[in-house]
């Protein structure tokens, strides 16, 4: 019922985890493995391994999350590593997430991929909010353009870019316009609203260590936002490029409201640092439940159906 075609390949469903959560070692990539999730991502990587912001970097908070871990992963190769045996053994694509500090190395990141055997689905990340004194690339726009335009003169594998959540209509427009000028096979709408401050009441404290508090917001705070930027990217982008949702799904109803909007893979951060791999069989199961009451008997038959009030 929840069978979902991305690319060339039919996943039993289309629940991920999103980069970042539960997939920064092999052992947490092997228990999305033997979860429910329909697909896998890997923490976005650099060349070499960083050890990320000092602790506390993440804090559950009751309608969300907040984070500043600073891309902490264990550099390319590992994740590589991972990859090719993980292609040995599994028909399904395995989606690569990479995320360069600088264009230079972007683009090598994407050369040692290039270079490589893998076969899977690579996601260069252009958001991360939490590394200091390194903004958030997809809100520069022209240098957005220069390092797609860099990349696909020598990429060929399938891409997809993992963008931040965007608040203006114009912003959409412009965006849009310079995505639609590229052989991307997705976007992934959103990575988490940046720079977000939480404070605990009773200390008056802030609740992670880096940048004075502030940090990326995840959960259910972000699903308003995370709606708009998928329709706001369906409605834009050219049919060849897909909508991963990703942003405050928590239950089989946001996962379905993602799906109206029209994304096709759907990515689950905050919920999955809560609860563990297990939430991917409750996701699925309460989202075949509002189909079977509304009468669909698959996803296709509603994507990107989302009624408008005339
Ligand atoms: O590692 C992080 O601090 C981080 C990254 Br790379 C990202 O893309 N999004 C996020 O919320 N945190």
Redesign the pocket.
């Given at each position: 019922m929840l069978k979902t075609t991305f690319l060339d390949y039919t996943y039993a469903n289309p629940l991920m985890n999103a980069?970042?959560v539960h997939c920064m070692t092999m052992e947490e990539l092997d228990q999305l493995v033997d979860s429910k999730a329909g697909a896998l991502i890997t923490?976005?990587a650099t060349m070499a391994a960083r050890a990320?912001?000092p602790e506390p970097?993440y804090s559950d908070v009751p309608l969300g999350s907040i984070?500043?871990?600073?891309?902490?992963?264990h550099g390319i190769d590992y994740y590589l590593d991972y990859a090719l045996n993980y292609q040995k053994n599994q028909q399904a694509p395995l989606f690569f997430s990479v995320?360069g500090t600088s264009v230079q190395e972007n683009l090598q990141l994407l050369q040692k991929i290039q270079e490589s055997e893998f076969n899977g689905i690579t996601e260069l990340?252009l958001?991360?909010?939490?590394?200091p004194g390194k903004p958030q690339v997809a809100y520069d726009f022209p240098l957005t353009e220069e390092i797609l335009t860099k990349v696909f003169s020598f990429f060929t594998k399938p891409l997809g870019v993992?963008l931040p959540p965007y608040f203006d209509m114009a912003h959409f427009d412009q965006m849009a316009a310079i995505l639609n000028k590229f052989p991307l096979v997705y976007v992934n709408s959103i990575?988490?609203i940046?720079n977000g401050l939480y404070i605990d009441e009773q200390s008056d404290e802030v609740v992670i260590r880096p940048k004075g508090g502030f940090?990326?917001i995840?959960g259910e705070y972000v699903k308003p936002t995370a709606l708009a930027n998928v329709r706001g990217f369906y409605t834009r982008l050219n049919p060849e490029i897909k909508i991963i949702g990703t942003g405050g799904i928590l239950t089989g109803q946001d996962a379905y409201e993602h799906l109206l909007c029209g994304a096709t893979m759907l990515q689950i951060?905050t919920q999955l640092h809560k609860e563990g791999p297990a939430i991917f069989e409750r996701i699925n199961n309460e989202l075949e439940e509002i189909m079977k009451k509304k009468g669909y008997q698959t996803i296709d038959e509603f994507r990107g159906k989302l009624k408008t009030i005339d």
């Open positions: 980069s970042g923490k976005s990320g912001n970097r984070n500043s871990m600073g891309l902490p992963n995320a990340n958001s991360c909010p939490n590394v993992k990575n988490s940046g940090g990326g995840g951060g």
